[in-house]
């Protein structure tokens, strides 16, 4: 938190009185190439025990080709201003917002989708002129069949490079949701999805083990509180 001392003054007196502002500043971005992590990050600290390098001494090309050795599990950018070389290295790529939710039942059951034969949480692109909230929404009922849905609040962003016609970064909004939806769901057949359902904490310890890095980063922000 940061502790301002600040004043009102009218023309016979002045009052003071001390605001607290508790400022969250992000001490690092986690950018997932498939499981492989680019971490960019104001810590000096490497607990991941991966490569190191200083933000300004490494080109993107050198770090997208790094990322691809099966060898390497992450790679860690040591930035001593995060914000500018965050928005630097965004520069290289173009990004492409998308929104998704994790959603609850009335038992704490978690949706998920099977698509391309692994585990996943839906979500999808924000179209043009649609709030991320509306996004997010509209894509977790066409994924799934359901309806009823609330949001809760904003959970995370996470970050996943692709290649597609250039480079792409794909800039997904999760939020929390819940529903009272209780009738048969339906999965998106046209999006190449074969099966969606709410999972219990024993069945998500089986799903996790297939599943994207990206999505256990949101299942343990769920779960962190």
Request: proline content about 2%; aromatic content about 12%; charged content about 25%.
């Amino acid at each position: 938190g940061l502790n301002l001392i600040a004043f009102i003054c009218n023309k016979s007196s002045a009052v003071f009185f001390e605001v607290s502002l508790f400022i969250t500043i992000p001490q690092m971005y986690k950018v997932f190439i498939n499981d492989t992590q680019i971490i960019i990050t104001s810590s000096s600290k490497n607990e991941n025990n991966f490569l190191v390098y200083q933000f300004k001494e490494i080109s993107f090309n050198e770090i997208i080709q790094k990322t691809k050795s099966k060898t390497i599990f992450g790679i860690t950018l040591y930035s001593t201003d995060l914000e500018k070389d965050w928005t630097s290295f965004k520069q290289n790529m173009k990004v492409i917002p998308a929104a998704g939710g994790l959603v609850l039942n009335s038992k704490k059951e978690i949706l998920f989708i099977y698509r391309n034969k692994v585990w996943d949480l839906p979500k999808g692109w924000v179209e043009k002129r649609e709030s991320i909230e509306n996004a997010a929404i509209r894509e977790v009922e066409e994924e799934c069949g359901i309806s009823n849905l609330e949001i809760v609040k904003k959970l995370l962003t996470t970050y996943h490079i692709y290649f597609h016609k250039g480079i792409k970064l794909k800039e997904t909004h999760w939020f929390l949701m819940t529903s009272d939806y209780d009738d048969k769901l339906k999965p998106q057949i046209e999006e190449g999805i074969t099966e969606v359902g709410f999972k219990n904490d024993v069945e998500i310890n089986q799903v996790l083990k297939n599943t994207y890095a990206n999505i256990k980063l949101v299942y343990d922000t769920y779960k962190g509180g």
